[in-house]
């Protein structure tokens, strides 16, 4: 976290930012050059922890491509389509938000090494970050939002640790792991 403090401005812009593109509600897609198989069971809910990078076009993915690989075709529901800003302009690039969660559809394995995974967006059981952006509170102060998540429940998951607000818009989110 300390390694993390300096960034946090600068994160706190980039996902306003973000926030204020419109959602997009469609079919998207993500390769991987891993075999991702054993790692996603049908019906099983996972988060996807980082930025992620898909794009809607299904011609910019290594088709011919002989390398294992897994391709994710995700129905998305908040996804921001970034073309304008992004330098694979052509890509169509569509940027999904740290602690996206799914529910996996299906999954399928091709004899070409390709192994493929649908995944479908959920709404999360218990919001992992709260969605300050799309609250009633949006037109109000950092400070004052803080205010109004300060007890929510995250059913353990992750959980607001003594929000604190100085110079800096800081916000501490603890992992609790089993």
């Given at each position: 976290?300390?390694?993390l403090e300096p960034w946090?401005l600068y994160?706190k812009?980039?996902?306003?930012?973000?926030?204020?593109?419109p959602s997009?509600?469609?079919k998207?897609?993500?390769?991987v050059?891993?075999?991702?198989?054993e790692?996603?069971?049908t019906?099983?809910r996972i988060?996807?922890?980082?930025?992620?990078?898909?794009?809607?076009?299904?011609?910019v993915?290594?088709?011919?491509?002989p390398d294992?690989?897994?391709l994710?075709?995700?129905?998305?529901?908040s996804g921001?389509n970034i073309r304008?800003?992004?330098?694979?302009e052509?890509?169509?690039?569509?940027l999904?938000?740290?602690?996206t969660?799914?529910k996996?559809?299906?999954?399928?394995?091709?004899?070409?090494?390709?192994?493929?995974i649908e995944?479908?967006?959920?709404?999360?059981?218990?919001?992992l970050?709260?969605?300050?952006l799309?609250?009633?509170t949006?037109?109000?102060?950092?400070?004052?939002i803080?205010s109004?998540?300060?007890?929510?429940?995250?059913?353990?998951?992750?959980s607001?640790?003594e929000?604190t607000?100085?110079?800096?818009?800081?916000l501490?989110?603890?992992?609790?792991?089993?």
């Open positions: 976290r300390n390694q946090f994160l812009l980039f996902l306003t930012a973000l926030s204020r593109l997009m509600h469609q998207i897609y993500r390769e050059k891993f075999d991702l198989s790692q996603y069971k019906d099983e988060v996807w922890w980082g930025f992620n990078s898909c794009t809607m076009l299904t011609n993915l290594q088709v011919e491509n294992v690989r897994t994710f075709t995700i129905e998305c529901m921001k304008q800003h992004s330098y694979f052509l890509e169509d690039e569509i999904l938000f740290p602690m969660q799914f996996v559809q299906a999954c399928s394995t091709h004899n070409n090494g390709v192994y493929s995944l479908q967006e959920i709404q999360p059981l218990s919001p970050i709260y969605p300050i799309h609250s009633p949006s037109n109000k102060s950092f400070s004052n803080l109004y998540v300060g007890n929510y429940n995250f059913n353990g998951i992750l607001f640790n929000l607000y100085s110079t800096y818009d800081k501490e989110i603890i992992d609790k792991h089993p």
